[in-house]
């Protein structure tokens, strides 16, 4: 058994969803759903800012282990999604990212860019890091897909 080391970065994964950008983003947007549509995310609060475009988040997540985590975002409607760390248990040291919308050339079909990087506090093995990056995160942007696809049927029957 190998460690990884305690960084992961430039984690990468794409992914087509027949919606458009606007309910990509709105599904991307509704954090406090998260638990209803991703697996990983056990439960999820949000604190509404000043400013509409920028909320902080509190995630409790199932990955590796159980742990909490809170993060700042910010929106820009129906491009994209950042994300950074602002406090974590005793797993994460560094946590950002953001989910960037590209509409194609059908206004109802856009590609889902997601990208983080992340370092841990501690080294795990290459094994369960490899499942994190090679399973995990493209079963995540497949259930937003999941999820997308579904509101934008529910909004739009022609979808």
Same mark, same amino acid.
């Given at each position: 058994?190998?460690?990884? *080391? ?12 027949? #919606? ?16 209803? /549509? ?6 999820? *609060? ?11 988040? &509190?995630?409790?997540?199932? =990955?590796?282990?159980? /742990?909490?985590?809170?993060?700042? =975002? ?27 919308? &590209?509409? *194609? @050339?059908?206004?109802?079909?856009? =590609?889902?860019?997601? !990208?983080? !990087?992340?370092?841990?506090? &501690? ?6 890091? *490899? ?7 493209? @079963? =995540?942007?497949?259930?937003? !897909?999941?999820? #997308? &696809? /579904? ?9």
């Amino acid at each position: 058994m190998t460690d990884t *080391g305690r960084a992961l970065t430039d984690t990468h994964c794409q992914i087509q969803i027949h #919606a458009p950008p606007e309910v990509i983003y709105a599904v991307l947007w509704d954090v406090g759903r998260y638990p209803q /549509f991703l697996t990983h995310v056990i439960d999820a *609060g949000v604190t509404e800012n000043s400013n509409p475009e920028q909320i902080t988040v &509190e995630l409790c997540l199932d =990955m590796i282990r159980t /742990f909490e985590c809170r993060f700042d =975002m910010r929106g820009h409607p129906t491009s994209r999604v950042r994300w950074w760390l602002t406090e974590a248990a005793d797993v994460l040291e560094s946590h950002a990212g953001g989910w960037t919308i &590209e509409a *194609g @050339t059908n206004p109802r079909t856009c =590609m889902l860019d997601y !990208k983080a !990087k992340i370092q841990l506090k &501690e080294a795990i093995p290459d094994s369960l890091m *490899g499942r994190i990056v090679d399973f995990d995160v493209p @079963t =995540m942007l497949r259930q937003v !897909k999941a999820r #997308a &696809e /579904f509101v934008a049927r529910r909004t739009d029957p022609t979808v």
